[in-house]
């Protein structure tokens, strides 16, 4: 699920597009740059507060099209002395949200976004609804139809708490979170499931403590083009914490930025997660890189790859190159084989904000099976 900012973000970055139209007079002042008299969101952003309306696009190809809409409060955020302290961190946000897709998978609910002991502390807090509908496959059974995906349908609520702290001045930080899910599961396929899948219809309650340390040096959280991060994390799951299921989950990123003048930079992403013991079907790990729907690609074990190099050809306008590989073990469970897959495409951004860093397009991207559009907010990578 995006974050609130990104919901803000996503918005201001259609009109974007609708830049040449400055000289009309209908938009105000602070929403164009002093430098160049371009559209631009760096003064907005930086001084947001009170409540503001959200629109929500969503473009995941697992569950298709969606629109949808929030309501955020920006509290004011407290003014750090750069003598002091080298950061500066992100306002306080609450929201309400809603949104539905084009297959039938909506969710509402709300959260909050807490910086606090100038950006020392950071919690962030959600408890929503879902309604999903989606599709699992194992790949490489002789079943045709296993293969081609088994539709399924997850109806209930989630809450999730996260706090993380920060280590003393420094990029570093230690976190810990909790996710409890109970919800229905409903396959579509009624009493044709093979045998080795769970029964038509049950219900599941999931739960799980994590912890994970952080490294953070990238030049912006936005659009980076400099610096390094890296994150490590560990969840169990088991009855201890509320859930049916028993496993446990480790997980590797490390992302990595290379300037080339001023416009132009190299990005690379490394991901690594496996799982053990006692998963669910929808917990698998799966490879996430553009074109390919989630959950797709899945295997007790995923690696991934993925390069990307944005051309910055004018001081706003960024064409964008990227490409990936990611490889997925066998699940025993099922007797669904690894598979090796990539996916790669092109895109353009608008640099949205120059003051911080943050570039806003889309990128169209060709996967093993479909063709995908996305509408890109900041970094198209997350943790």
């Known amino acids: 699920m995006k974050t609130t900012k990104n919901r803000l973000l996503t918005a201001l970055a259609a009109l974007s597009l609708w830049s040449p139209m400055a000289g009309a007079g209908w938009l105000p002042d602070y929403l164009f740059d002093e430098q160049d008299g371009q559209f631009d969101v760096s003064d907005y952003l930086a001084s947001a507060k009170g409540f503001l309306p959200v629109p929500i696009i969503i473009t995941e190809p697992a569950v298709g099209f969606g629109l949808g809409a929030a309501v955020a409060y920006f509290h004011a955020p407290k003014e750090l002395d750069p003598e002091v302290h080298n950061h500066k961190g992100p306002p306080s946000i609450s929201v309400g949200f809603g949104a539905k897709t084009e297959n039938g998978t909506y969710a509402y609910g709300g959260g909050h976004l807490g910086v606090w002991k100038d950006d020392h502390i950071r919690y962030t807090g959600a408890l929503a609804k879902m309604n999903v509908n989606m599709a699992f496959y194992i790949n490489g059974r002789d079943e045709k139809i296993l293969e081609q995906g088994i539709d399924f349908n997850i109806d209930g609520a989630l809450l999730f708490q996260q706090m993380q702290f920060r280590l ?64 490590l994390e560990y969840k169990n799951f088991a009855n201890t914490w509320g859930s049916d299921f028993d496993y446990d989950s480790y997980k590797g990123s490390l992302l990595h930025y290379t300037p080339f003048g001023d416009y132009s930079s190299l990005g690379l992403k490394f991901v690594g997660e496996t799982v053990s013991g006692d998963v669910p079907y929808f917990s698998y790990p799966f490879v996430m890189l553009r074109g390919i729907p989630a959950l797709r690609y899945q295997g007790e074990s995923a690696l991934l790859a993925e390069a990307e190099y944005l051309w910055g050809i004018t001081p706003r306008w960024t064409l964008v190159f990227f490409g990936g590989v990611g490889k997925t073990t066998t699940i025993n469970e099922f007797r669904g084989k690894g598979q090796t897959v990539g996916a790669g495409g092109l895109g353009f951004r608008y640099r949205l904000a120059r003051k911080l860093g943050l570039q806003a397009g889309v990128d169209v991207a060709r996967g093993p099976e479909d063709t995908s559009i996305y509408l890109t907010v900041g970094s198209a990578w997350q943790f």
């Open 168 to 231: 003393k001045e420094t990029n570093w930080w230690l976190g810990a979170k909790y996710l409890y899910v109970t919800a229905d599961n409903t396959f579509g396929l009624g009493e044709a499931l093979p045998p080795d899948l769970p029964d038509p219809q049950f219900n599941f309650d999931l739960a799980a403590l994590g912890v994970y340390v952080i490294y953070d040096g990238r030049n912006t959280v936005f659009t980076p083009s400099s610096g390094l991060s890296a994150k």
